[in-house]
């Protein structure tokens, strides 16, 4: 019987004490032997205490916390591996001793949404809001130190040249997840009008939110506003969330392994090498698993390039200033003249401030960036009133009355007549230039990966319907996770993630294409094709269906104007 438990006990010791690259096989002989004899040494006490008590007494203290699970259970050691040296001792002394997925480095997460910037932090809240996935523990990783303060907004700071235009659609989501309240107690500008026009003076198109029966078309908001604001609600509300202040280097994702066996002393590495996790190494050197990634990071997103999902798009021959002015009076209309370089916007942002989106050749946004204060505001209000033609009038389609048999319900009046833009006095920012281009994915969705706002898409800011089709984004993947979750289907299984990508891909497509074909009709100057876009002008502005389709399509529902 004393030779079976001597057996049993040595190759129990052998099996410890060959994880240990400090232990030679001679030591570790010597120390079995010296237990076991001096177990044998004292019946008196039972074999339990004193098989714990020798082997606490045989092993250095800097092990001593693995001598006493050993002694706790002498029949079942099974340790997870540690080396028997001097820093295993602080590890194991660890709250979370014996488990090394909370002792290690590496977290897990059901999510990580890489990228916290407006979409990114707006899909967290909405999958917060919603009963079947508050309860999931997601990641934001972003480097942006903003993300580490509570309020960064300064009531007296002037307005960034860093703005959204915010449909209705995307203004339901915002209060649907019950962020937009944070909004309102910041800078913002509800506009109810638009005016369009071209620099041929031949026609224009003029919009009223009650041509569509509403109260707004929009509200412009800086960026920095609706980031603060997704954060402060991200940072209320009571689910499980980390920021992790860095940048992803590198992803892995192993193919699905049919093997149902589990090591349950290294459950995340196992689950990954299963396929079954995500495993993200980021530039701090810390690493974390998830179920499922987003890429929320821009349009150079370092998601999309690791997760081999190719782009299609093209460069535009043409860059964007943007800056914040001062006018003498307040403006609550979008104005948006179309130059033979490009669109120039103006857009209300609160009280006498409005921003400047101006796109133009690379050359000329260089001279422009460069020229003094005075000079561009100069420039801005040529371009503004009679700079390269002259304002419209009925235009060279004659009377508005060639409509008039399309004009339903509206009516014309004052409030349809040709406006001019309030002149811009100050210039109240700096000016900040950035290049266009139109990029799409040509998967938004793959395993354990999914795309989201401009990683997935980005189009010219022609219409400002950049963010929104972003906001569209996080709000129908979260939608997509909650009914996945319902049924029982993994978050990061394809099947799931494509369901979004076919409720996104075809909205995001027609705008696109609705805006590069703007784009590229008001790039050339050429006579016949000048009475073709002044004859829609004429049209959008008269026909009352066409006028609320429009509306109605640039507001967020989705639409094709023609076909409302």
């Known amino acids: 019987m004393v030779t079976v438990k001597r057996l ?10 060959g994880h240990s690259n400090r232990i030679d096989s001679s030591e570790a ?19 339990k205490e004193k098989r714990a008590q020798q082997v606490r007494s045989s092993i250095p203290a800097m092990n001593r916390i693995l001598a006493t699970k050993a002694g706790s259970n002498v029949y079942r050691l099974r340790f997870p591996w540690r080396p028997f040296s001097n820093d295993a001792a602080p590890k194991l002394s660890s709250p979370t001793a014996g488990n090394p997925e909370k002792g290690s480095e590496a977290q897990q997460y059901d999510i990580a949404i890489v990228g916290g910037g407006m979409v990114g932090l707006a899909l967290a809240c909405s999958l917060a809001s919603k009963p079947l996935t508050k309860h999931l523990n ?9 993300l580490g303060r509570k309020n960064f907004i300064k009531k007296d700071d002037l307005p960034d040249a860093r703005v959204s235009t915010i449909t209705p659609a995307t203004i339901s989501f915002l209060k649907d997840i019950n962020a937009w309240r944070f909004v309102e107690q910041h800078r913002h500008a509800y506009f109810d009008k638009m005016q369009v026009w071209d620099y041929t003076g031949l026609s224009y198109a003029k919009y009223n939110a009650r041509d569509a029966d509403r109260e707004v078309l929009g509200c412009v908001v800086e960026n920095k506003v609706l980031l603060s604001s997704l954060l402060s609600h991200v940072q209320d509300m009571d689910f499980l969330k980390k920021i992790h202040p860095s940048r992803l280097t590198s992803m892995s994702i192993l193919p699905n392994s049919s093997s149902s066996e589990v090591d349950s002393t290294s459950l995340m590495t196992a689950l990954f090498t299963h396929g079954r996790l995500a495993k993200l190494e980021l530039e701090d050197g810390s690493s974390l698993y998830a179920k499922l990634v987003v890429g929320a990071d821009g349009g ?32 609550h209309c979008a104005w948006q003249r179309f130059l033979p370089s490009g669109p120039l916007a103006v857009l209300p942002i609160c009280d006498k401030f409005s921003n400047i989106v101006w796109t133009m050749t690379p050359k000329e946004s260089s001279d422009f960036k460069s020229m003094t204060d005075d000079d561009f505001l100069k420039a801005v209000n040529h371009a503004l009133y009679y700079g390269y033609g002259p304002h419209p009038t009925s235009g060279i389609l004659g009377s508005s009355d060639l409509f008039s048999w399309l004009k339903g319900g509206i009516s014309s009046s004052a409030n349809d007549c040709f406006e001019i833009p309030p002149k811009v006095i100050k210039l109240a920012s700096e000016r900040m230039a950035f290049p266009l281009s139109l990029r799409h994915a040509n998967d938004y969705a793959s395993k354990r990966v999914v795309l989201i706002g401009d990683a997935a898409h980005t189009v010219h800011p022609l219409a400002g319907q950049g963010v929104n089709l972003g906001f569209g984004d996080a709000s129908s993947l979260s939608s997509v996770i909650s009914e996945g979750i319902a049924v029982g289907t ?23 294409a609705v805006l590069d074909g703007f784009q590229k009709a008001y790039s050339v100057d050429f006579g016949p094709l000048n009475i073709l876009r002044a004859a829609a002008f004429h049209g959008a502005h008269h026909i009352s269906p066409l006028k609320k389709s429009i509306i109605s399509y640039a507001s967020g529902e989705m639409r094709l104007p023609l076909f409302a």
Request: aromatic share 6%; hydrophobic share 35%; charged share 25%.
């Open 138 to 146: 997601v990641a934001i990783v972003d480097s942006n130190p903003a």
């Open 8 to 17: 049993a006990l040595s190759r129990r010791c052998r099996q410890n004490c």
């Open 29 to 47: 002989t010597h120390r079995f032997n010296q237990t076991f004899k001096s177990i044998e040494a004292k019946p008196n006490r039972s074999a």
């Open 490 to 512: 993994d978050i990061g299984e394809v099947s799931l993630l494509k369901k979004y990508e076919a409720d996104r891909k075809p909205a995001n497509i027609t705008m696109m």
């Open 300 to 331: 150079k997103s370092r998601v999309r390039e690791l997760a081999g999902i190719r782009t299609t798009g093209w460069n535009y021959s043409q860059n964007a200033i943007i800056c914040t002015v001062e006018h003498a009076v307040e403006n």
